[in-house]
């Protein structure tokens, strides 16, 4: 039997992960794809609970959070493309201004 | 044993797709560890008894999310990232923190591992599979969260094909 | 011995049959294809390899294997080499949750395996073989992992004609997988289940029962046939074929998204379209037309017996390939913003009026 816990500490793990690629990356997709991981995470400790309580509310959950994560991926890549066409690069640190 | 062997080898990968994704210069390789990393969280649902939310996963995030991801990756042709001062800055700042946040919350989880037990391998309800009951949830307790869902998606829709085309001037 | 390892053994022995099987027809999908759009257009098609030109796939399989496998220069090498093989790797995955029969009672032993890589078979208080209950969805999950094959092989090549081939071809496939899914939960809502073999059991019987129409049987392609068209279309669509195979299409884009392939990566590519059209006829078998089910010849001896319900899976998925190659002969291809609005501005409404209907239907006869 696998212990609950393992299940949770991969998750803050992941999580962990998560957040160092969000301040360490400097491409904007890149760190958009540290924003799916900590969901991915968070997914991982909402079935664990689930499986451990009994209840199937977790995998319901789980369903809005993957809801809730295609949109923002949709949209944030839509506004990456349009950052893209006007400031043409994809560094973060050179779009810190909101001049030119 | 084997649920033990089984986690282990999935969770080795899981953690090794997302090292990756923290250590590659390009986006394309970081897009494909993460794709690794979702298809191993599936396995990992599989283990937990979550056959349908599992199968949904890689389709939904492997199969649609990021497909999206790697598409913008090559329409605006990414390239190998250059280190700046600010990431210099952030690796000395945020490093350590990063690091810190993980162990207190791995402190906090095993100060309480003797009290929440073992997780059960495979399914959890005996009457009907994973299908069924989630569905009956779903469209039952939970049907304003899933028609609220759905004029979201509708929205994100709209907000991506208004901001991605091109102005006519 | 205790059922895991009969399970294994009788598994890798399904698995060695199984692609040995599937490989061999594929290869013998490309001598029909090329003979049948030969009598189409008049011509022989190959008839100097053998009799007939049946050793023809042979002499391409040689021409495969020793032809140079050049690697140009300024690719992404380890994409270049993994696309092929994710894309091959991921049409055979799809193989192994398709039932092809009821189940094989082994002659030396008192066993039996049902006919399905991912069959288990039945205890004594759930007699008849089960398998995994979501094998539906794992379908159209690895389908939708086989995008990244395409789209992966374009962007490696470093060229545009590659590039150009392979979003075109990725942006084809993902807005025709919708459809494709879509198009089947009126088949699923029917069926009440997701498990392939369990569908092809509700199929057994007939729509009238004891009357004069009981000869018809109760295949789902009677009360779904819109579905059934839908699919068919959203299949072509997904499986890159003629009318909507512009992104290989050799007069638009050189070859699309393996321009730069050469020999056996090529073939892997090559293999993986043809793998996908078997897998595809026979979800359609399955879901519409009743899987194995056929009629039954009690004067058999029992192994052939046994072995019956594949004669007739093969039949159907033969007149799939058929048609498939038909309609490759026959009609022109779709332009590329013709291609997508019919995917999104017709198949998809279609699809969830079509999920509509058949929902009212089912709820209000229960």
């Known amino acids: 039997m696998v212990p609950l816990s393992w299940y949770l500490i991969l998750s803050a793990v992941l999580f962990c992960l998560g957040v160092s690629a969000f301040l360490l990356k400097r491409n904007i997709i890149t760190i958009f794809m540290a924003i799916e991981l900590m969901l991915n995470a968070v997914n991982l400790s909402f079935i664990a609970f689930a499986n451990y309580l009994g209840k199937l509310s977790g995998h319901v959950f789980v369903f809005f959070v993957m809801v809730v994560a295609a949109a923002e991926a949709a949209v944030g890549l839509a506004i990456i493309i349009a950052i893209y066409r006007t400031r043409e690069t994809l560094n973060v640190d050179r779009v810190n201004l909101l001049k030119l | ?169 | 011995m205790n059922p895991t390892t009969t399970f294994l053994i009788a598994a890798v022995v399904k698995i060695a049959l199984v692609i040995f099987i599937l490989l061999t027809g594929v290869a013998y999908t490309t001598w029909l294809e090329r003979k049948v759009i030969g009598r189409i257009q008049n011509r022989w098609g190959p008839t100097r390899v053998g009799p007939f030109g049946l050793l023809q796939p042979l002499a391409d399989g040689v021409k495969f294997i020793l032809k140079e496998d050049m690697i140009p220069d300024n690719v992404h090498r380890g994409l270049f080499i993994l696309a092929p093989m994710l894309a091959l790797v991921m049409s055979l995955i799809s193989i192994s949750v398709i039932p092809f029969g009821e189940g094989l009672h082994v002659p030396m032993t008192h066993t039996t395996t049902p006919l399905q890589i991912t069959g288990v078979p039945g205890t004594t208080d759930h007699p008849g073989p089960t398998d995994i209950n979501i094998g539906l969805l794992l379908i159209l999950g690895v389908t939708s992992i086989g995008v990244y094959g395409i789209a992966l092989a374009g962007w490696s090549s470093n060229s545009k004609y590659a590039l150009l081939g392979a979003l075109r071809a990725s942006a084809q496939m993902i807005s025709y997988e919708l459809a494709l899914g879509l198009s089947l939960v009126g088949v699923l809502m029917m069926a009440g289940t997701l498990s392939l073999r369990q569908i092809v059991n509700t199929q057994a019987g007939s729509w009238f029962p004891g009357g004069p129409l009981h000869l018809v049987p109760h295949w789902y392609i009677f009360p779904q046939f819109i579905a059934f068209f839908i699919y068919l279309m959203a299949a072509y669509a997904e499986t890159n074929r003629i009318p909507f195979d512009l992104p290989e299409a050799e007069t638009e884009l050189v070859a699309g998204y393996h321009t730069e392939y050469s020999s056996m990566k090529f073939a892997m590519f090559f293999m993986a379209e043809y793998v996908n059209m078997i897998t595809v006829s026979c979800v359609a078998t399955l879901m519409f037309f009743g899987g194995w089910h056929g009629p039954s010849l009690p004067f058999l001896p029992q192994l052939l017996q046994d072995l019956l319900p594949i004669l007739w899976f093969a039949a159907k998925i033969f007149v799939f390939m058929f048609v498939y190659i038909w309609i490759r002969g026959t009609l022109p291809r779709f332009r590329y913003d013709q291609l997508m609005a019919f995917g999104w501005k017709f198949l998809l409404p279609l699809a969830i009026a079509n999920i509509i209907v058949t929902s009212l239907i089912v709820a209000w006869r229960a």
């Open chain 2, 1 to 169: 044993m084997m649920p033990q062997i089984l986690f282990l080898f999935f969770a080795a990968i899981c953690v090794a797709g997302a090292i990756n994704l923290v250590l590659q210069r390009h986006p394309i390789n970081s897009a494909l560890s993460l794709v690794v990393v979702m298809a191993s969280l599936a396995a990992l649902y599989l283990l937990l008894g979550a056959e349908f939310v599992g199968a949904v996963h890689v389709i939904v995030y492997a199969g649609a999310i990021m497909v999206l991801f790697v598409f913008v990756i090559m329409l605006l042709n990414a390239g190998a990232e250059e280190q700046s001062q600010g990431s210099r800055i952030a690796l000395l700042i945020g490093g350590p923190g990063v690091a810190v946040f993980a162990g207190v919350l791995m402190w906090l989880v095993t100060r309480g591992d003797k009290a929440i037990g073992n997780a059960k391998v495979g399914g959890m309800i005996s009457s009907g599979d994973n299908t069924h009951n989630v569905a009956s949830l779903l469209f039952k307790e939970f049907l304003l969260p899933f028609e609220v869902t759905s004029v979201l998606i509708l929205i994100a829709i709209m907000g991506a094909v208004v901001l991605a085309s091109r102005k006519e001037s």
